[in-house]
């Protein structure tokens, strides 16, 4: 799917951001996200709130706490919030993102990835993790 982006999309028309938005979905099956799982799940995070996937989704990514899935959880998250600002399931989102912040105390550009995600919801006018965000800053 993530090779093959141009001949899906031609053979799929319109139903190809639907088909993504479902994707999103196998998430549930995976052990942890890799490399290759990244790049199909950054090709659908736009998409998940196409039918209102967006919680099943939140609620898969919460089940990976490996520090290397957490990692890469963050940039998909952010793809997430280029198109969508789920809030449903807040302790889920809260979840993610302290994780991320917990990860990120050895790893800047993931902290970054969890500040980016707290001051996104909060410019949009969303403050269930402004506490989290107020927590994690030092010095």
């Given at each position: 799917t993530v090779k093959e982006q141009e001949l899906i999309k031609s053979k799929l028309g319109e139903k190809y951001n639907t088909f993504l938005s479902r994707m999103a979905e196998l998430t549930i099956w995976l052990d942890k996200i890799d490399e290759t799982t990244e790049k199909w799940l950054m090709l659908s995070a736009p998409f998940i709130e196409i039918d209102y996937r967006?919680?099943?989704?939140?609620?898969?990514?919460?089940?990976?706490?490996?520090?290397?899935?957490?990692?890469?959880?963050?940039?998909?998250?952010?793809?997430?919030?280029?198109?969508?600002?789920?809030t449903f399931k807040k302790e889920d989102i809260q979840l993610l993102v302290e994780r991320l912040y917990k990860v990120g105390e050895k790893d800047a550009a993931i902290k970054a990835d969890a500040e980016n995600i707290c001051n996104t919801y909060g410019r949009r006018g969303i403050h269930f993790l402004k506490d989290l965000f107020y927590k994690n800053q030092k010095g």
């Open positions: 967006s919680s099943f989704f939140i609620e898969y990514l919460t089940k990976f706490d490996d520090e290397e899935s957490v990692k890469r959880i963050g940039r998909i998250f952010l793809k997430v919030l280029e198109t969508a600002t789920p």
